[in-house]
């Protein structure tokens, strides 16, 4: 009898559970993106195959996350760009930059499997080392003049920790 209990338990705790949602992402057109003209632009294509942008000459306010299928740390916080996402539409521009990949189809599977819904650049030939360094997950936080106002190296902890230094580096409240 007390098997049972505990199977019964086991089994309502684990139906009690939310499903998990997943969201199919879409490779979006780099067209939107705002930048100014440079000297020496760091230009990068777009992973949907349009015309992509200067990464050195884009103005905010703007995150600009640097991210590569293949790494673990970008997969976490992936989920907290989505949700972020959602929220800042309008107010603030996303835009993915995807590095060190073998091949583009393993970013475009990447962002279709986890649900990436803005525009993503794609580094084909590691260019953009120059401008980012090297070594990802890292967070750029674009001023309106193109300014870069924070450089948040590393894994993002939380939806709340972005929203953050969202507010306090480019100063907008979500």
């Known amino acids: 009898m007390k098997k049972i209990a505990i199977l019964l338990s086991l089994l309502l705790l684990t139906s009690c559970a939310a499903p998990k949602q997943e969201t199919a992402g879409e490779l979006v057109s780099c067209a939107s ?5 440079l000297a020496n ?13 200067a ?7 703007m995150i600009i996350n640097v991210w590569g299928s293949w790494c673990t740390s970008c997969k976490a916080e992936m989920g907290y760009f989505r949700s972020f996402y959602k929220k800042a539409q309008g107010k603030i521009a996303l ?6 990949e073998a091949s583009i189809k393993d970013g475009r599977d990447f962002v279709i499997t986890h649900g990436m819904t803005w525009p993503n650049l794609y580094d084909a030939d590691g260019k953009s080392r120059a ?7 890292v967070t750029w936080f674009i001023t ?3 300014t870069v106002a924070y450089k948040k190296i590393g894994v993002l ?3 709340i920790e972005l929203i953050t230094l969202v507010s306090k580096y480019l100063g907008v409240k979500l």
Do not use: T, W
């Open 144 to 146: 309106a003049d193109g």
């Open 95 to 100: 835009v993915g930059v995807d590095v060190e």
């Open 157 to 159: 902890k939380n939806e």
């Open 33 to 37: 993106l705002s930048s100014q003209s």
């Open 55 to 61: 990464i050195n000459a884009l103005r905010g306010p």
């Open 131 to 137: 401008y980012f360094g090297m070594g990802v997950p």
């Open 41 to 53: 632009p760091i230009e990068l294509g777009c992973l949907d195959g349009s015309k992509g942008a």
